[in-house]
């Protein structure tokens, strides 16, 4: 896993698929740096299962490149499929067979003897906490104990790059988090992982870098800082005691703020959103606007100064795109022709 130090693990230029008219997967370019947690993010139908596939060789291209390692996903497939491994958006497993057998089943057809297929099959349910269910059938696991088996299955051989479609849909909290334990102790030994998901808060945890997709084409790509200052620097939160003060700080906020100040809802609550490039960093600007706000005899109740999560970035980053297509949502107008 030290050949590739320097090489990416995944680079891809202009990547095509098309399904009938359907462009699923339009003009893909993705450099994917080797060791780390790289999350494609996209809404339903975006491309994302479809960009796993080609990468993953189970799929081909109909134009473009891609290359795992340096190696081509068409021209070096067999090469390719010996270095990866996936995890799909749909269980893997068999459901009739329990725990253990899927795992031991799936060591012998990597060509384990039965010995060492039992000792892995085990070492891994017991590194996935599911020791106490390996012997119940997989119809019997919970939806977070079916994730955990299927990711599981597809490392019983370490990969170089693991493909993790979608791990945590349909997961509660508490599920969530023992996945991402898992990949991050994944990524600790080496392996380099492709993540997509629909949540940004997922990809905010374990991705050093995200593309953002949508309509089969990348949005945006940097860090998760990156893309959050793209959209803005922050954003500011007050509760006044009395909400007939209201207006008179909405206009002192935004005076002092330099932005436009949203009423919110609730009466006695004001939003802004710090746009970036300002002379006064978030803090300093939210510790002056309290301060005038004070000055002026008006009380403060509860104030909150926050990064911009990635949802905001998310709908900002979509919006733009559907104002950029010409105003309707391009994946909308086709389930519409379809319907
Ligand atoms: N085998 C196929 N045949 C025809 N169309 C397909 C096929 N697979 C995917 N598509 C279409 O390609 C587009 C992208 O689908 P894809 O499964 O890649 O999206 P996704 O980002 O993985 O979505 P989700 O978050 O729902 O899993 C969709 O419009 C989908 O209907
Ligand atoms: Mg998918």
Known sequence: ???????????????VKTFGENRAVDGVDLVVPAGTVYGVLGPNGAGKTT??????????????????FGLDVVGQAAAVRSRVSLTGQ???????????ENLVLLARLLGHRKPAARERAASLLEAFGLTAAADRQVKAYSGGMRRRLDIAASIINTPDLLF?????????????NQVWDIVRAVVAQGTTVLLTTQYLDEADQLA??????????????????QLKSSVGSGSV?????????????????TRVLGT?????????????????????????????????????????????????????????LTDRNIAAAGGTHPTEAKQEAVA
Do not use: K, W
Not at 1 to 15: F, K, N, V
Not at 243 to 251: D, I, K, L, T, V
């Open 164 to 176: 993790l479609d979608e791990p945590t849909t349909g997961l509660d909290p508490r599920s969530r």
């Open 208 to 225: 050093g870098r995200i593309a953002v997709i949508d309509t089969g084409r990348v949005i945006a790509e940097g860090s998760p800082g």
């Open 237 to 253: 939160h007050v509760r006044l005691r009395e909400s007939h003060q209201r207006a008179e700080a909405q206009e002192l906020l």
């Open 1 to 15: 896993m030290s050949d590739h130090r320097g090489q990416p693990a995944i680079e891809t230029t202009g990547l």
């Open 51 to 68: 960009t796993v596939r080609m990468l993953a060789t189970l799929l081909r291209p109909d134009a473009g490149e891609a290359r795992v």
């Open 260 to 316: 436009s100040v949203q009423a919110d809802a609730d009466p006695v609550g004001l939003t802004a959103r710090l746009m970036p490039g300002g002379q006064a960093g978030p803090a300093e600007l939210a510790s002056r606007a309290l301060g005038e706000l004070a000055a002026g005899g008006i009380v403060v109740d509860d104030f909150s100064l926050g990064q911009p999560s990635l949802d905001e970035v998310f709908l900002a």
């Open 90 to 100: 749909y269980a893997s497993v068999d459901e009739d067979l329990t725990g253990m």
